[in-house]
T-cell receptor, first 113, second 112 residues
């Protein structure tokens, strides 16, 4: 069974530029998470979807971050404009409804210069 | 104060040692609990769930104390391959949905 797929794996951009990350969750998983992980820290939740509905986006900096999950499958996370402090690993995870184990993708390592 | 707190370590132990990690959580409404393992520059992966009665998986034992809002992980007979960061995770959602909150992780380095 294919795992959670994220792309790109690495991205280097200049500050003030836009960037987008893509996630394809495990087939049949209704719950999708986006996390941000800074060096030496645990993952911090940005947004959680149940199917296509964003049920928790309280930690998403909405002035520059946006996310969507069309048709309740793939998801994209966008930052516009990026700031130096956005440099981190962005992790996507999914889980089946009724089961809270989360399966993570390999992440996108973003460097803003 | 963070919702899930762990001692970041690092814990440096020799092979064969027993090591214990602790974690505290602040939200008493938390429903379920986990330990995840994260290798360097890799994604987190589930190590084990934590049940109120305590549970064991080979050399790993997890315990939960709801009254004290405290979770522990014990690793016996440490192997070099146990070197990783161990993340304490609390689910603050309902029984059917997950709002997974991660601690900052505890780093373990097992030395020959």
């Amino acid at each position: 069974e294919a795992g959670v797929v994220q792309s790109p794996r690495y991205k280097i951009i200049e500050k003030k530029q836009p960037v987008a990350f893509w996630c394809n969750p495990i087939s049949g998983h209704n719950t999708l998470y986006w996390y941000r992980q800074n060096l030496g820290q645990g993952p911090e939740l940005l947004i959680r979807y149940e199917n296509e509905e964003a049920v928790d986006d309280s930690q998403l900096p909405k002035d520059r971050f946006s996310a969507e999950r069309l048709k309740g499958v793939d998801s994209t996370l966008k930052i516009q404009p990026a700031e130096l402090g956005d440099s981190a690993v962005y992790l996507c995870a999914s889980s089946p409804m009724g089961n809270t184990e989360a399966f993570f993708g390999q992440g996108t390592r973003l460097t803003v210069v | 104060r963070k919702e899930v707190e762990q001692d970041p370590g690092p814990f440096n132990v020799p092979e064969g040692a027993t090591v214990a990690f602790n974690c505290t959580y602040s939200n008493s409404a938390s429903q379920s609990f986990f330990w995840y393992r994260q290798d360097c520059r890799k994604e987190p992966k589930l190590l084990m769930s934590v049940y109120s009665s305590g549970n064991e998986d080979g050399r790993f034992t997890a315990q939960l104390n709801r009254a004290s809002q405290y979770i522990s992980l014990l690793i016996r007979d440490s192997k070099l391959s146990d070197s990783a960061t161990y993340l304490c995770v609390v689910n603050r959602g309902s029984s059917n949905t997950g709002k997974l909150i991660f601690g900052q992780g505890t780093t373990l380095q097992v030395k020959p």
